[in-house]
């Protein structure tokens, strides 16, 4: 019988890193995969339809809201933000591991609905650091970046919530940490070596 995929929720604040640590993380292994999201935010420079994300208009989100297509989805920076749920649910049948890179309400709702989830919060080194990130990002206006550093603020209050924490100081440590917690999590589930 193959193995048993899974779920992990990896959350960050706007600007630690997040997506940058799952491109090493799909480098180092075969087994991952990202889940795709749905989105009403405009797509910045670079920003590929059906790659980074679906953007979509409000009435069809919420006309997706409705069908309960969604696994979960949240209102981030006056946008809507959600996960298609049948690409990931089908990804973890495969025995794939399946990444959904969400803020922290998804978050907290991916946890409730499925309970065998990883959760991993991935944390800013400190604020500073978060903050010349987005600026150098050059992707937000300033009004925009103080929203977000206030979102991010909320977002390390409840770290606690989630099952790991890991501090992206280094990006190779990062992603070495979350590889350890990918192959024991593995482990546990599938209960083989
Ligand atoms: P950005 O606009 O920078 O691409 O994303 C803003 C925030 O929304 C980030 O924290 C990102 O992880 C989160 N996000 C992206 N896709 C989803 C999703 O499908 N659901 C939820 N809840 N958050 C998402």
Same mark, same amino acid.
């Given at each position: 019988?193959?193995?048993?995929?899974?779920?992990?929720?990896?959350?960050?604040?706007?600007?630690?890193?997040?997506?940058?640590?799952?491109?090493?993380?799909?480098?180092?292994?075969?087994?991952?995969?990202?889940?795709?999201?749905?989105? !009403?935010?405009?797509?910045?420079?670079?920003?590929?339809?059906?790659?980074?994300?679906?953007?979509?208009?409000?009435?069809?989100?919420?006309?997706?809201? @409705?069908?309960? @297509?969604?696994?979960?989805?949240?209102?981030?920076?006056?946008?809507?933000?959600?996960?298609?749920?049948?690409?990931?649910?089908?990804?973890?049948?495969?025995?794939?591991?399946?990444?959904?890179?969400?803020?922290?309400?998804?978050?907290?709702?991916?946890?409730?609905?499925?309970?065998?989830?990883?959760?991993?919060?991935?944390?800013?080194?400190?604020?500073?650091?978060?903050?010349?990130?987005?600026?150098?990002?050059?992707?937000?206006?300033?009004?925009?970046?103080?929203?977000?550093?206030?979102?991010?603020?909320? @977002?390390?209050?409840?770290?606690?919530?989630?099952?790991?924490?890991?501090?992206?100081?280094?990006?190779?440590?990062?992603?070495?940490?979350?590889?350890?917690?990918? !192959?024991?999590?593995?482990?546990?589930?599938?209960?083989?070596?």
């Amino acid at each position: 019988m193959g193995n048993k995929g899974m779920i992990v929720i990896l959350s960050a604040p706007s600007g630690c890193g997040k997506d940058t640590v799952f491109k090493e993380i799909a480098k180092r292994r075969d087994d991952v995969c990202e889940s795709v999201s749905a989105t !009403t935010r405009a797509p910045r420079e670079g920003e590929i339809n059906g790659i980074n994300y679906y953007f979509i208009s409000k009435s069809e989100f919420e006309r997706k809201i @409705e069908n309960n @297509e969604f696994l979960e989805y949240a209102n981030y920076a006056d946008c809507y933000y959600g996960t298609p749920a049948a690409p990931a649910l089908a990804n973890v049948e495969a025995g794939k591991i399946c990444f959904l890179i969400i803020e922290r309400k998804g978050a907290q709702k991916v946890m409730k609905r499925c309970p065998d989830a990883v959760s991993i919060f991935l944390m800013p080194p400190d604020m500073k650091t978060l903050e010349q990130r987005l600026k150098k990002r050059n992707t937000e206006s300033d009004d925009a970046i103080l929203n977000r550093m206030k979102i991010a603020r909320e @977002e390390i209050k409840s770290s606690g919530e989630f099952d790991y924490i890991v501090v992206n100081n280094e990006l190779e440590k990062a992603v070495d940490e979350i590889n350890e917690i990918l !192959t024991s999590e593995l482990k546990k589930r599938n209960n083989s070596l």
